[in-house]
């Protein structure tokens, strides 16, 4: 009997310990949440060439600062500058044909005006020519032939008026809007733009990361070739549970221990909530993806957030995605709870070292 109630005793003690533990542990994780699932993220930007050719000139080397639009290296320009020449000739020649365009168009209007007044001259004879054939002062084979002559004027004006009509159809009164020009000017600025695009410029300020990168390289358009990676801001990305995102303010401090150094605890604060993460988005042609669970209680879902850390040249050493843990000091700074987060990070970082 005695023994019973020891076991009751015993058991009702793990239970209501285990209750406790529960609501320290949702308690702590709830004023000082914590994960092991962060990473150190740089700002890098990858390098690509926007034209295809052969590497001629590199300009930098591996681990060498650059600032922004900094010529990195250029591709052998000697095919785009004969593109670009012909596509100058070619813009000319179309400035020179709008030219002639005009000129041929005053020229035919003069001689339109011409015609129509030798028309209009060859009218009035005619009808003197009637007056004098009804007197038989001239003979009809004179009549005939001045009809004839009219005719003929006519003709001549009509497709002079033709010639010119078929000119102004082609000349636009605005010059810039005719369609050759347009083509050309088109072709001179793509054409510019590859010659401007065989030097290429640094896109951001940072350190060169390149590896088996050389002279008369065959490159393709649009294809990464090396990086450049800013160090002077140190983000840390890490995932904590969703029902922290109130609590989850910008500049609330945070501890970070890194995998790379797991002898040093490094300080940081929070920038930002990602507001969009990859289950947060779907293309038009597919269906929300929902993984099943057979679990009563699903796992919580989790929320990516950014954390600027300190500047340390230790950080710098390490490669972008090194690993780190991560844990938020109280968000209205007490002392009790900033105590137990500083525990319990320094026994993660007795644990990285062990394991």
């Not at 949440?33 to 080397?61: H, M, N, T």
């Not at 733009?193 to 990361?209: H, K």
Request: proline share 3%.
């Amino acid at each position: 009997m005695i023994y019973k109630k020891k076991a009751i005793l015993i058991y009702v003690g793990i239970f209501f310990s285990f209750l406790v533990f529960l609501f320290l542990s949702v308690t702590f994780q709830m004023n000082i949440p914590y994960s092991s699932r962060a990473f150190l993220e740089y700002q890098i930007a990858p390098v690509y060439s926007k034209v295809s050719g052969s590497v001629d000139q590199i300009f930098v080397k591996n681990g060498e600062f650059v600032n922004i639009h900094q010529p990195l290296f250029s591709v052998d320009n000697k095919l785009y500058k004969a593109s670009y020449t012909s596509a100058l000739g070619q813009y000319n020649e179309a400035l020179d044909s709008i030219k002639t365009l005009k000129s041929d168009i005053e020229k035919n209007k003069i001689i339109v005006e011409k015609n129509r007044n030798i028309y209009l001259r060859n009218k009035k004879e005619l009808t003197k020519f009637e007056s004098l054939y009804k007197k038989s002062f001239i003979s009809e084979i004179d009549l005939d032939n001045m009809r004839t002559k009219v005719l003929e004027s006519e003709k001549t004006l009509k497709n002079s008026e033709g010639i010119l009509d078929n000119l102004l159809t082609k000349y636009k009164t605005n010059e810039d809007s005719t369609p050759t020009l347009l083509i050309a000017e088109g072709a001179l600025e793509k054409a510019r733009i590859n010659l401007q695009d065989t030097t290429i410029l640094s896109p951001i300020n940072g350190e060169v990361v390149m590896d088996n990168f050389y002279q008369n390289t065959s490159i393709k358009e649009n294809t990464p070739l090396f990086y450049i990676k800013n160090d002077n801001i140190l983000k840390v990305n890490v995932d904590l549970k969703e029902k922290n995102i109130k609590s989850i303010t910008p500049d609330r401090r945070a501890l970070i221990l890194f995998d790379g150094i797991p002898g040093i605890i490094f300080k940081g604060t929070v920038e930002n909530i990602s507001p969009i993460l990859a289950q947060g988005y779907s293309t038009s042609s597919s269906l929300v993806n929902i993984p099943t669970d057979n679990r009563w209680i699903r796992d919580n879902g989790k929320i990516r957030v950014s954390i600027i850390a300190e500047n340390s040249k230790s950080i710098k050493h390490l490669s972008s995605g090194s690993m780190a843990s991560v844990i938020l000091l109280s968000e209205t700074n007490n002392i009790f709870y900033n105590f137990l987060a500083k525990i319990w990070i320094n026994i993660i970082m007795v644990f990285n070292y062990v394991y």
